[in-house]
């Protein structure tokens, strides 16, 4: 067959090296389906192969099954992923079921089949796989497939494109009994290749790794072109009703509203954002469509569970004028409420009696249309795939209107997923969250050594963070360093001249659009130079308060006026020095500049104070590693200045101080963390040094 819809992975040469091992051959075929996205969502699906080994308690040939476990996904599936279980055993539970509406204590029977100890735990979905007899299986929740299993005909269609050979199970919950309606589909009808599941995805198989693979892949590539054939020449979603606003502005538009919106569903949980403007997602949100399409909800359980059960389309014109918040969020507003009562309402209507408490009844998908879609979420990863979860979604909707008509999963189906017992153990399994979890930094300077310190310190915190500098190859070097440490999701990288306004709003605006806003803006770019006043010129002076003082202020302005667009408070920290308190020889214009530092953070403490941003400094001294500022001049300045060698600085500066310590950017980055990390929430104008105690920079 060739495929056009899918992708052939499948290496002669690869598999041939792993030919005897059935469980590599899972892994390998796993791995290649997880590949392609238009095959399975990320997570989605799990895949299975039964083999005959020996039982360590009895040495008798047994079969044992392997199936992917609960949690990950099949594109980086490896064997510590699989959970394994005597089949025997697994069928043998039939003998204990108390029906269905005893299903949720099968879970844990499956533990007592288990047959490799190392073993993940196994998913609701095992029994699916065990039930069916087959050698190798895979379920898949291909959009392709799921727009048929989605759509009103989808047990005709189903019948008719794959002449009887694929088989139909209505809508019914993945658990035990999900799997013994699989067998019952199989043993009506004999000869079946696969099974489709209504509103939820493809069951397939083979007798080998590679049959159920080739098999896989042509059902679902005859589902896409035939999908593709009904779409040929049709107006989708009803035709276009909005005009997209054209690239740039489309995307200042976004970045525009984008805090407005997090402040909004931040209303309980400060929330990470997401956007995209993909052009299947304007299709979708210009429509004519989209209001009767958007409001019935997604439909297979991945998608909605990630999705909420519906979007919130935002009740703006694409060109509206965004300047002024009040009036924005007067028009928001009553959408948000209304959002939660119709959430709130649904929780109650569908509830039983041991459902586990109301979740954040906040939207997780807004559709803005002419501009793009906004997920909020917990963190970034999050917010990201609830983005490209919605993409399945719409591209489910796409396929079923064309060929027949979507319909969604009924909102008490979609509850009892959402609000499962075993699905609330899941999220109570998942780790704590962090001090700086859902918060957004932009430390200036951060590829310089301070800087960058207190940004690894709030990543490693939780926080999302924009790398920015005006040195191209520092930067290019930080992002790298935080590349391999943190993943793409954690930061993202701006080129800002902190004398610069316009680097400083673009630096803001794609904090606006890479995560939704801010909630910490450190100001910590600097140089410095050390001249006695007769060598001083005006030049220097002009450049250290252009940097250190009008620098601190035009970042704080662009910042702050983003912090008040989200409405719910921030946080301002001042790498100022302890120069800014403390008078020595040489150091008029750098020394003077920082106590400019010092005393606009208290002014703007004062002004800022009612929006519940707070204002505070830190005042490091002596901070050598790592330090472009102690690499050029100033080390010789200084050391000119004390009568001493560059190589004696350090030793000298920690002598001076009265615990006799050396500081170190984790020690800067150590005190911006404690005034953020929730025990100081009381505290503004205040001032933290980190010098190892230096008398005369005591503040009194
Ligand atoms: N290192 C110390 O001993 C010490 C002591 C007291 C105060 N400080 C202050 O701490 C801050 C950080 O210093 P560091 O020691 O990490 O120095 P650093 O030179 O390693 O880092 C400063 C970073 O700011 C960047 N920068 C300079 N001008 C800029 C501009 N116009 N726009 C954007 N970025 C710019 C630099 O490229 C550099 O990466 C500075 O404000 C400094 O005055 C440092
Ligand atoms: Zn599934």
Redesign the pocket.
């Known amino acids: 067959m060739n495929f056009k819809n899918v992708s052939y992975l499948w290496n002669e040469h690869d598999a041939d090296k792993i030919k005897h091992d059935e469980v590599a051959l899972l892994i390998y075929r796993s791995n290649l389906l997880g590949a392609d996205l238009r095959l399975t969502n990320y997570g989605g699906g799990n895949t299975s192969c039964k083999v005959i080994s020996k039982d360590p308690l009895t040495g008798s040939e047994t079969e044992v099954m392997w199936v992917k476990g609960s949690g990950g996904d099949l594109g980086t599936l490896k064997k510590s992923g699989l959970a394994a279980l005597y089949t025997e055993r697994l069928r043998s539970l039939t003998n204990v079921y108390r029906g269905i509406e005893h299903e949720d204590e099968m879970v844990a029977l499956f533990n007592h089949c288990i047959f490799d100890l190392e073993s993940k735990a196994p998913s609701i979905d095992t029994p699916l796989h065990g039930f069916l007899p087959f050698k190798h299986i895979d379920h898949l929740h291909p959009d392709a497939a799921i727009a048929i299993a989605a759509s009103k005909d989808g047990e005709q269609i189903t019948k008719e494109l794959f002449s009887g050979k694929i088989g139909w199970v209505g809508w019914q919950k993945p658990g035990f009994d999900l799997g013994l309606q699989l067998k019952k589909c199989l043993d009506e009808n004999p000869g079946i290749r696969g099974i489709m599941l209504g509103s939820h995805g493809l069951f397939t198989w083979g007798d080998t790794a590679y049959e159920c693979y080739i098999n896989s892949l042509e059902v679902i590539e005859q589902c896409a072109e035939f999908i593709n054939s009904k779409i040929a020449g049709k107006t989708t979603f009803g035709g276009q009703k909005i005009t997209s606003l054209e690239g740039i502005k489309r995307i200042e538009q976004a970045a525009e509203i984008a805090p407005i919106l997090r402040g909004l569903c931040s209303s309980q949980q400060k929330m990470i954002g997401h956007f995209t403007d993909d052009e299947r997602v304007l299709e979708f949100i210009n429509s004519n469509d989209l209001s009767r399409l958007a409001p019935m909800g997604t439909s297979c359980p991945d998608h909605f569970l990630r999705t909420k059960i519906s979007p919130l389309i935002l009740p703006l014109l694409p060109t509206e004028d965004l300047s002024d918040t009040a009036s924005i969020k007067s028009k928001l507003i009553p959408e948000f409420v209304a959002y939660r009562k119709m959430y709130a309402e649904y929780y109650n209507t569908c509830k039983h009696s041991n459902s586990p408490a109301i979740r954040d009844a906040n939207p997780v998908v807004l559709l803005y249309p002419g501009i793009g879609m906004f997920t909020f979420a917990k963190d970034k990863q999050t917010a990201r795939v609830a983005s490209e979860f919605y993409i399945n979604a719409i591209n489910v909707m796409k396929g079923s209107e064309a060929i027949s008509s979507y319909t969604s999963l009924p909102r008490q189906e979609a509850f009892n997923i959402e609000y499962w017992l075993l699905e609330e153990a899941k999220l109570q399994r998942m780790p704590k969250p962090k001090a700086l979890s859902g918060r957004v930094v932009l430390v ?2 951060s ?5 960058k310190g207190i940004s690894k310190k709030f990543a490693d915190e939780g926080a999302c963070v924009i790398l920015n ?3 191209q190859n ?1 930067l290019n070097s930080a992002a790298e360093e935080f590349n391999a440490k943190y993943g793409k999701d954690v930061f993202t990288t701006a080129l ?4 610069n306004k316009e680097t400083i709003n673009q630096a803001f605006n794609t904090a606006a659009l890479y995560f939704g806003g801010i909630d910490i803006i450190v100001n ?5 130079i050390s001249k006695p006043v007769e060598d001083h010129t005006e030049k220097d002076w002009d450049l250290l308060y252009d ?2 003082v009008k ?1 601190q202020f035009l970042v704080t302005q662009s910042g702050v006026k983003l912090l008040r667009k989200q409405g719910f408070g921030g946080d301002v920290i001042n ?5 800014a308190l403390v008078s020595g020889p040489n150091n008029a214009g750098y020394g003077s500049a920082k106590a400019a530092q010092l005393h606009l953070s208290r002014l703007n403490a004062a002004e800022f104070g009612p929006d519940k941003i707070r204002v505070n400094t830190v005042n ?5 590693s ?5 690499a050029g001049d100033w080390a010789a300045g200084r050391a000119k200045a004390y009568g001493i060698t560059v190589e004696e600085l350090p030793s000298f500066y920690a002598k001076r101080t009265l615990l006799n310590e050396i500081i170190l ?1 984790e020690d800067i980055a150590n005190a911006c963390f404690a005034i953020v990390g929730g025990l100081l929430n009381k505290s503004t104008g205040n001032v933290i040094n980190v010098d190892g105690g230096v008398a005369a920079g005591f503040v009194r």
């Open positions: 200036t300077g590829a310089g050594g301070i800087g500098d005006n040195d520092r800002v001249d902190v004398t910590n770019a600097g140089i410095s940097i250190l620098g790498i100022v020095s302890k120069n490091p001294d002596a901070v050598i790592d330090s472009k500022i102690w950017p």
